[in-house]
C-alpha cells in the first residue's frame, strides 16, 4: 500500500499520450520532450495513477485547431516534415509566410518562422506533425472535461505551449494549445483567468486575448537584460506597463509582472499571492487554466530564478484553494529531472496526496536519472544550489505589487 488515495469530494482527469515522448527537436535543442517520460516514471512509481482517471488524448483535429490559427498554418503543419519542408516551401499558398532574413542568429528560416535548420528554436522534426496535434488533443480532451463537468482539475503536462500565434510558431511553440483551451471554456463560462509561471512571457495567451474582456491574462517572468551580452531575456515582451487594451470603460485584462533573476521562494511567494489574489477579487473567475513551466525553477537550463520545487508547487496550491474549475498544463522546463519532480509533485497537489522526499526508486525505470549528488541525491524536493545572484529587492518587489494594485 502506496498510501495513495482519491481526493474526497472532487475529480481529476490526467490527459497524455507517451507517443509525445519520442520526438526529438534536434540533438542539443533544449526542449526535450523525454522530460515527460521522467514525469510519468515518477508519477507512476508513486503510485498517482490510483488518485485521477487517466485519458489517453487522441490528436486534435484540423478543425479545432483552426478555431484560432490561420488555416494555411494549419495546413502547413499537418504536412510538413524534414524531407517535405523544401517543396511545401515552393508552393505558392505557404511562399508569402516566408520573413525576410534573419542577421541575428544565421539561421535560415522559412515560413511561419519555421526552419530545417538545427540552430532555430522552432526547427522542423521527424513526425512533428504528430506530436503537435497530440499535445494539443490532450488539452483539449482536459478542458472538456471541465467543461461537460466530469473533472473539478484536468492535467497536461506535454501542453502549455504559450508562446505559438495566430499564424507564426514562436519559442518551441507551434500551436497553442492553452488559447484553444480557452476558446472552449468561453462557450461555458462568462469568465477565464489565465496564470502563467513559465519564467518566459506568455505572450502568445495575452495577444490572442488582447481584445477579450472575459479573459484575463497574468504572466510572471524574468525581464530585462543578460549581463553578459545584453540582450533581450526572450520574447522580450511583458513590462509592467504592458496592460493589453483598455477597453472603454478603462478597465484592463492584461497583468505582466516582470521580475529580475535570481528571485527567491519567498519573494516569489509574495508577489504570487499578492498579485493573484488582487487578479481573482477583481475579476472573479469562472474558471482558471494555470500554465506551470518549470523553468521557473532554480537550476533550470535556460531560466535565471532561484525556486525550489515546494514554491512552485505552492502557486498550483494557492490556484487549487480558489475552487474554481482548474486547466493544470506544463511549458518550459529544461532540466529534466527537475521538471519531472515538479510536475510529478504538482499531480500530488491536485489530488491532495502528500509524497514521502525519497523517490521510490525501486519502483522506476531510471532511478540514476534521480540518484546521486547535482542530480537530487534521490530525493523529491532537493536543495538546488543557490545559482544565480538575486537582483530582486524586497522594495522593488513592494513598489510593483503596489503598481499592479487597482
Ligand atoms: N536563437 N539548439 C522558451 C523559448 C525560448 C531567440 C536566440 C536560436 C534558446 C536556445 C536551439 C541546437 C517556453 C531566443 C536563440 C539558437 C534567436 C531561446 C537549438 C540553445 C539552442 O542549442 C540550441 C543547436 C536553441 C535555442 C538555446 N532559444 C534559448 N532561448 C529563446 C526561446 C519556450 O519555455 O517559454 C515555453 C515552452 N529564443 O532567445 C534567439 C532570439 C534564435
Ligand atoms: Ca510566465
Ligand atoms: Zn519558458
Given at each position: 500500500?502506496?498510501?495513495?488515495?482519491?481526493?474526497?469530494?472532487?475529480?481529476?482527469?490526467?490527459?497524455?499520450?507517451?507517443?509525445?515522448?519520442?520526438?526529438?527537436?534536434?540533438?542539443?535543442?533544449?526542449?526535450?520532450?523525454?522530460?515527460?517520460?521522467?514525469?510519468?516514471?515518477?508519477?507512476?512509481?508513486?503510485?498517482?495513477?490510483?488518485?485521477?482517471?487517466?485519458?489517453?488524448a487522441l490528436p486534435a483535429s484540423k478543425e479545432q485547431v483552426c478555431a484560432f490559427h490561420d488555416p494555411d498554418y494549419v495546413d502547413f503543419l499537418s504536412e510538413v516534415a524534414p524531407e517535405t519542408f523544401d517543396r511545401l516551401c515552393q508552393n505558392p499558398k505557404f511562399a508569402k509566410a516566408v520573413p525576410p532574413p534573419h542577421d541575428a542568429d544565421s539561421v535560415y528560416l522559412g515560413p511561419y518562422n519555421l526552419s530545417t535548420s538545427p540552430g532555430a528554436d522552432c526547427p522542423v522534426f521527424a513526425d512533428m506533425s504528430t506530436y503537435l496535434f497530440l499535445y494539443t488533443g490532450a488539452t483539449l480532451a482536459a478542458s472538456h472535461q471541465l467543461t461537460t463537468g466530469q473533472s473539478d482539475i484536468a492535467v497536461n503536462w506535454s501542453g502549455g505551449l504559450h508562446h505559438a500565434h495566430k499564424s507564426?510558431?514562436?519559442?518551441?511553440?507551434?500551436?497553442?494549445?492553452?488559447?484553444?483551451?480557452?476558446?472552449?471554456?468561453?462557450?461555458?463560462?462568462?469568465?477565464?483567468?489565465?496564470?502563467?509561471?513559465?519564467?518566459?512571457h506568455g505572450d502568445g495567451v495575452e495577444e490572442a486575448f488582447q481584445r477579450q474582456p472575459r479573459v484575463m491574462?497574468?504572466?510572471f517572468h524574468r525581464f530585462g537584460t543578460y549581463d553578459d551580452t545584453g540582450h533581450k531575456f526572450f520574447p522580450g515582451t511583458g513590462d509592467i506597463t504592458d496592460i493589453g487594451l483598455r477597453s472603454t470603460h478603462g478597465e484592463h485584462f492584461a497583468l505582466n509582472v516582470p521580475i529580475s533573476s535570481g528571485i527567491d521562494d519567498r519573494q516569489y511567494n509574495?508577489?504570487?499571492?499578492?498579485?493573484?489574489?488582487?487578479?481573482?477579487?477583481?475579476?472573479?473567475?469562472s474558471a482558471i487554466v494555470l500554465q506551470c513551466g518549470a523553468d521557473s525553477l532554480g537550476g533550470d537550463r535556460l531560466g535565471q530564478f532561484n525556486i525550489n520545487i515546494k514554491q512552485h508547487g505552492e502557486c498550483v496550491r494557492f490556484v487549487k484553494s480558489?475552487?474554481?474549475?482548474?486547466?493544470?498544463?506544463?511549458?518550459?522546463?529544461?532540466?529534466?529531472?527537475?521538471?519531472?519532480?515538479?510536475?510529478?509533485?504538482?499531480?500530488?497537489?491536485?489530488?491532495?496526496?502528500?509524497?514521502?522526499?525519497?523517490?521510490?526508486?525501486?519502483?522506476?525505470?531510471?532511478?540514476?536519472?534521480?540518484?546521486?549528488?547535482?542530480?537530487?541525491?534521490?530525493?523529491?524536493?532537493p536543495a538546488f544550489v543557490r545559482s544565480h545572484p538575486n537582483y530582486c529587492s524586497n522594495s522593488d518587489l513592494e513598489n510593483m505589487v503596489k503598481k499592479i494594485d487597482w
Amino acid at each position: 500500500d502506496n498510501g495513495i488515495a482519491r481526493p474526497k469530494g472532487y475529480k481529476v482527469s490526467y490527459h497524455y499520450n507517451s507517443t509525445v515522448e519520442d520526438m526529438h527537436f534536434g540533438r542539443t535543442h533544449p526542449m526535450k520532450p523525454w522530460r515527460l517520460t521522467l514525469a510519468k516514471h515518477l508519477i507512476l512509481g508513486y503510485g498517482l495513477q490510483y488518485a485521477m482517471d487517466t485519458h489517453e488524448a487522441l490528436p486534435a483535429s484540423k478543425e479545432q485547431v483552426c478555431a484560432f490559427h490561420d488555416p494555411d498554418y494549419v495546413d502547413f503543419l499537418s504536412e510538413v516534415a524534414p524531407e517535405t519542408f523544401d517543396r511545401l516551401c515552393q508552393n505558392p499558398k505557404f511562399a508569402k509566410a516566408v520573413p525576410p532574413p534573419h542577421d541575428a542568429d544565421s539561421v535560415y528560416l522559412g515560413p511561419y518562422n519555421l526552419s530545417t535548420s538545427p540552430g532555430a528554436d522552432c526547427p522542423v522534426f521527424a513526425d512533428m506533425s504528430t506530436y503537435l496535434f497530440l499535445y494539443t488533443g490532450a488539452t483539449l480532451a482536459a478542458s472538456h472535461q471541465l467543461t461537460t463537468g466530469q473533472s473539478d482539475i484536468a492535467v497536461n503536462w506535454s501542453g502549455g505551449l504559450h508562446h505559438a500565434h495566430k499564424s507564426e510558431a514562436s519559442g518551441f511553440c507551434y500551436i497553442n494549445d492553452i488559447v484553444l483551451s480557452i476558446l472552449e471554456m468561453l462557450k461555458v463560462w462568462p469568465r477565464v483567468l489565465y496564470i502563467d509561471i513559465d519564467v518566459h512571457h506568455g505572450d502568445g495567451v495575452e495577444e490572442a486575448f488582447q481584445r477579450q474582456p472575459r479573459v484575463m491574462t497574468l504572466s510572471f517572468h524574468r525581464f530585462g537584460t543578460y549581463d553578459d551580452t545584453g540582450h533581450k531575456f526572450f520574447p522580450g515582451t511583458g513590462d509592467i506597463t504592458d496592460i493589453g487594451l483598455r477597453s472603454t470603460h478603462g478597465e484592463h485584462f492584461a497583468l505582466n509582472v516582470p521580475i529580475s533573476s535570481g528571485i527567491d521562494d519567498r519573494q516569489y511567494n509574495y508577489l504570487f499571492t499578492s498579485v493573484v489574489g488582487q487578479a481573482v477579487k477583481a475579476f472573479n473567475p469562472s474558471a482558471i487554466v494555470l500554465q506551470c513551466g518549470a523553468d521557473s525553477l532554480g537550476g533550470d537550463r535556460l531560466g535565471q530564478f532561484n525556486i525550489n520545487i515546494k514554491q512552485h508547487g505552492e502557486c498550483v496550491r494557492f490556484v487549487k484553494s480558489l475552487n474554481v474549475p482548474l486547466l493544470l498544463l506544463g511549458g518550459g522546463g529544461y532540466t529534466a529531472r527537475n521538471v519531472a519532480r515538479a510536475w510529478c509533485h504538482e499531480t500530488a497537489l491536485a489530488t491532495d496526496n502528500e509524497l514521502p522526499d525519497a523517490i521510490p526508486l525501486d519502483f522506476i525505470p531510471r532511478p540514476e536519472a534521480f540518484q546521486g549528488r547535482g542530480h537530487g541525491d534521490g530525493k523529491l524536493f532537493p536543495a538546488f544550489v543557490r545559482s544565480h545572484p538575486n537582483y530582486c529587492s524586497n522594495s522593488d518587489l513592494e513598489n510593483m505589487v503596489k503598481k499592479i494594485d487597482w
